[in-house]
């Protein structure tokens, strides 16, 4: 696995519900080729918290949700929280070898669409689905009551 993948999670409330883009960059002085055993590119998952109570007294997903958060590894020990939403539930994929270059300094965006997520409070992760480079971020997103 490369050490030269940094990865960050950008989280922006819609109309239609939550837009999440997972960038990956390459931070190394030479080239990475990223491999992937299928046509997806990376993973979403949304896991609830727990804190449903805040989320109600909230009129919008903060500032701080809307910002970036560089290398903030989702994490699945401590906080068992229930999966409350994941990107590629119900999808299918190219089943087809695929690779995606980068050169050094460069950056691969990779988006999804969580619709009408349901008020409360959640870890929301992003992960690259490389065979041969790790590269997760995740943040904590508030959905307001409507």
Do not use: C, H, K
Not at 45 to 66: L, M, P, Q, T, Y
Request: aromatic fraction near 6%.
């Amino acid at each position: 696995m490369t050490d030269t993948i940094d990865a960050s999670l950008t989280v922006a409330p819609t109309e239609r519900g939550v837009d999440l883009t997972l960038t990956v960059e390459n931070t190394g002085t030479e080239p990475v080729e990223l491999s992937f055993a299928d046509g997806q590119r990376a993973e979403f998952v949304a896991r609830g918290v727990g804190d449903e109570d805040r989320a109600g007294n909230d009129d919008r997903v903060s500032n701080e949700d809307r910002a970036s958060n560089d290398d903030r590894a989702g994490d699945d020990s401590g906080n068992a929280a229930s999966e409350a939403w994941r990107w590629s539930e119900g999808r299918a994929f190219a089943m087809a070898l695929g690779s995606d270059s980068l050169e050094p300094g460069e950056r691969v965006a990779y988006d999804a669409e969580w619709p009408s997520p349901p008020a409360g409070e959640y870890e929301v992760t992003g992960s690259l689905s490389a065979t041969n480079a790790d590269a997760t971020a995740s943040m904590t997103v508030v959905v307001p009551a409507e």
